[in-house]
């Protein structure tokens, strides 16, 4: 099945080297995964770009929490795609809602604009709108060229049957991609159920840090403490493995 692309989640440039090697078709590039991912750095960015033989689409994602933002937020939103832009990435990725967790058609219209001719994935905030069949009717007005979507569920392959209805809807209009927790046990079966062409995932493995000198009382984050000298990076074979069963269930 040569016809389905993937994307991986990734918040370093160790990371979408590890993708290109696994051979996966694009990332979605960001920064601070604990948060669900926000805009990375324009460096983090002009770096990554040069990786070879892989799309870089970037999260444009002002910080973590509801997807509500204020004039303030957006207009901060169109400058980093601008700058993305400018670094050369294949794609953005975005995702505004009203308060009652409709599609924020303004917003989403702006940033659209912002970034053609670059590809625009509305992201998992489309999880949190209350009908989402309505919501891709939104979208494919807009004219997004994909959605990331769990299904409204925590995971894909709890969602899928969601999913899979969305891809029958959606027809040609727009690529519904599911996203949330796809691993090797369950990704033949979230893609022989939702009928998808495209899948996103993460792909990390607990890294211990180099550091000899360690303080094990002082911490850098805030309450929450992820641990100081462990760090989850992409793992090329754990792609492979995400990637192999995806294929098996599409055939």
Request: glycine share 8%.
């Amino acid at each position: 099945m040569s016809d389905l692309t993937f994307e991986i989640c990734v918040d370093s440039v160790a990371g979408v080297r590890a993708a290109a090697e696994a051979g996966a078709d694009r990332v979605e590039l960001c920064a601070d995964l604990l948060e669900g991912g926000i805009t990375p750095s324009l460096g983090t960015i002009l770096v990554a770009r040069k990786v070879l033989d892989i799309k870089v689409h970037v999260i444009i994602r002002p910080r973590g929490g509801d997807f509500l933002y204020d004039e303030d937020e957006i207009a901060a939103m169109e400058a980093d795609i601008a700058s993305a832009k400018s670094a050369g990435v294949d794609g953005v990725v975005i995702g505004v809602l009203e308060r009652d967790g409709r599609v924020n058609v303004a917003a989403t219209e702006r940033l659209i604009a912002r970034a053609r001719p670059a590809s625009v994935t509305f992201h998992r905030a489309f999880d949190m709108t209350p009908e989402p069949l309505i919501a891709l009717e939104t979208l494919c007005e807009l004219g997004v060229d994909r959605i990331l979507t769990s299904g409204q569920e925590a995971t894909a392959f709890e969602g899928a049957n969601l999913i899979a209805e969305l891809v029958k809807a959606a027809r040609d209009r727009v690529i519904i991609m599911p996203g949330g927790g796809i691993t090797p046990r369950n990704a033949s079966r979230v893609a022989a159920i939702t009928g998808a062409s495209e899948f996103h995932f993460a792909a990390r493995v607990a890294v211990a840090s180099p550091m000899r000198f360690r303080r094990a009382d002082v911490f850098m984050g805030g309450e929450l403490r992820p641990p100081e000298y462990e760090r989850l990076e992409t793992s090329a074979s754990a792609v492979g493995a995400v990637m192999q069963a995806a294929r098996r269930g599409a055939r």
